[in-house]
Protein backbone atom coordinates (compact mmCIF):
# COMPACT_ATOMS: atom_id res chain seq x y z
CA UNK A 1 0.00 0.00 0.00
CA UNK A 2 1.71 3.67 -0.61
CA UNK A 3 2.44 5.96 2.39
CA UNK A 4 -0.77 8.21 2.38
CA UNK A 5 1.69 11.56 2.78
CA UNK A 6 3.15 10.37 -0.82
CA UNK A 7 -0.25 9.67 -2.21
CA UNK A 8 -0.93 13.20 -0.85
CA UNK A 9 1.99 15.06 -2.04
CA UNK A 10 1.79 13.01 -5.68
CA UNK A 11 -1.70 12.49 -6.40
CA UNK A 12 -2.56 10.89 -9.90
CA UNK A 13 -4.26 12.33 -12.42
CA UNK A 14 -6.23 12.02 -15.39
CA UNK A 15 -3.50 12.97 -18.41
CA UNK A 16 -5.15 14.75 -21.17
CA UNK A 17 -2.58 13.83 -23.20
CA UNK A 18 -2.83 9.78 -23.38
CA UNK A 19 -5.82 9.55 -21.20
CA UNK A 20 -3.90 7.73 -18.43
CA UNK A 21 -3.40 8.37 -14.97
CA UNK A 22 0.08 9.93 -13.42
CA UNK A 23 1.26 11.00 -10.39
CA UNK A 24 3.97 12.58 -12.13
CA UNK A 25 4.78 13.75 -15.74
CA UNK A 26 3.90 11.62 -18.77
CA UNK A 27 6.07 9.15 -19.83
CA UNK A 28 4.39 9.60 -23.08
CA UNK A 29 5.40 13.31 -23.51
CA UNK A 30 9.01 12.19 -21.61
CA UNK A 31 9.20 10.07 -24.05
CA UNK A 32 8.16 12.48 -27.50
CA UNK A 33 10.95 14.86 -25.62
CA UNK A 34 13.85 12.07 -25.91
CA UNK A 35 12.72 11.54 -30.03
CA UNK A 36 13.12 15.15 -30.29
CA UNK A 37 16.47 15.52 -28.61
CA UNK A 38 17.96 12.38 -30.45
CA UNK A 39 16.90 13.83 -34.05
CA UNK A 40 18.05 17.25 -33.22
CA UNK A 41 21.22 15.91 -32.14
CA UNK A 42 21.70 13.44 -35.14
CA UNK A 43 21.25 16.91 -37.16
CA UNK A 44 23.38 19.01 -35.29
CA UNK A 45 26.51 16.40 -35.35
CA UNK A 46 25.34 15.91 -38.95
CA UNK A 47 26.17 19.54 -40.01
CA UNK A 48 29.36 19.40 -37.70
CA UNK A 49 30.92 16.73 -39.31
CA UNK A 50 32.12 18.76 -42.64
CA UNK A 51 34.10 20.79 -40.39
CA UNK A 52 35.89 17.87 -38.34
CA UNK A 53 39.07 17.16 -38.79
CA UNK A 54 37.71 13.41 -39.60
CA UNK A 55 36.26 14.88 -42.74
CA UNK A 56 38.12 12.69 -45.21
CA UNK A 57 37.45 8.97 -43.74
CA UNK A 58 33.84 10.38 -44.26
CA UNK A 59 34.00 12.13 -47.62
CA UNK A 60 36.05 8.48 -48.23
CA UNK A 61 32.54 6.54 -47.07
CA UNK A 62 30.38 8.49 -49.44
CA UNK A 63 33.08 8.38 -52.60
CA UNK A 64 32.99 4.54 -51.79
CA UNK A 65 29.08 4.66 -51.98
CA UNK A 66 28.99 7.19 -55.03
CA UNK A 67 31.20 4.65 -57.11
CA UNK A 68 29.03 1.71 -56.22
CA UNK A 69 25.91 3.73 -56.99
CA UNK A 70 27.31 4.25 -60.29
CA UNK A 71 28.17 1.16 -61.15
CA UNK A 72 32.20 2.00 -61.34
CA UNK A 73 34.41 -0.31 -61.00
CA UNK A 74 36.12 0.85 -57.58
CA UNK A 75 40.14 0.83 -57.10
CA UNK A 76 41.49 -2.09 -56.06
CA UNK A 77 43.83 -0.14 -53.99
CA UNK A 78 42.11 1.79 -51.55
CA UNK A 79 38.76 -0.26 -52.15
CA UNK A 80 37.37 3.37 -53.84
CA UNK A 81 38.19 5.11 -51.09
CA UNK A 82 40.81 7.45 -52.96
CA UNK A 83 43.34 7.10 -50.29
CA UNK A 84 43.07 6.43 -46.43
CA UNK A 85 43.77 8.32 -43.37
CA UNK A 86 47.45 7.76 -41.96
CA UNK A 87 48.22 8.10 -38.19
CA UNK A 88 50.85 10.50 -38.15
CA UNK A 89 50.58 11.25 -33.95
CA UNK A 90 53.50 12.12 -32.25
CA UNK A 91 53.54 13.12 -28.35
CA UNK A 92 50.62 14.67 -27.65
CA UNK A 93 49.76 15.14 -30.48
CA UNK A 94 46.70 13.60 -32.01
CA UNK A 95 47.39 14.18 -35.87
CA UNK A 96 45.27 12.19 -38.91
CA UNK A 97 47.16 12.78 -42.53
CA UNK A 98 45.36 11.99 -45.74
CA UNK A 99 47.28 9.81 -48.20
CA UNK A 100 45.88 9.76 -51.78
CA UNK A 101 46.08 6.58 -53.17
CA UNK A 102 48.82 6.34 -56.14
CA UNK A 103 46.97 3.41 -57.87
CA UNK A 104 43.71 5.29 -59.26
CA UNK A 105 45.33 9.20 -58.28
CA UNK A 106 42.47 9.55 -55.50
CA UNK A 107 39.52 9.36 -57.65
CA UNK A 108 38.74 5.93 -56.30
CA UNK A 109 38.13 4.40 -59.46
CA UNK A 110 40.00 2.04 -61.64
ZN1 LIG B 1 -0.05 10.82 -20.08
ZN1 LIG C 1 42.86 3.87 -55.29
Given at each position: ???????????????????????????????????????????E????????????????????????????????????????V?????????????????????????
Amino acid sequence: MACPAVAAANPEYVCERCGGWHSGACPEAALRQLGDLVARTVREADARIPASPCAPRTVAEMRVRLIAASGEQACGSCGGAGGRVEDTSDGGTIRQTWRTCGTCGGSGVS
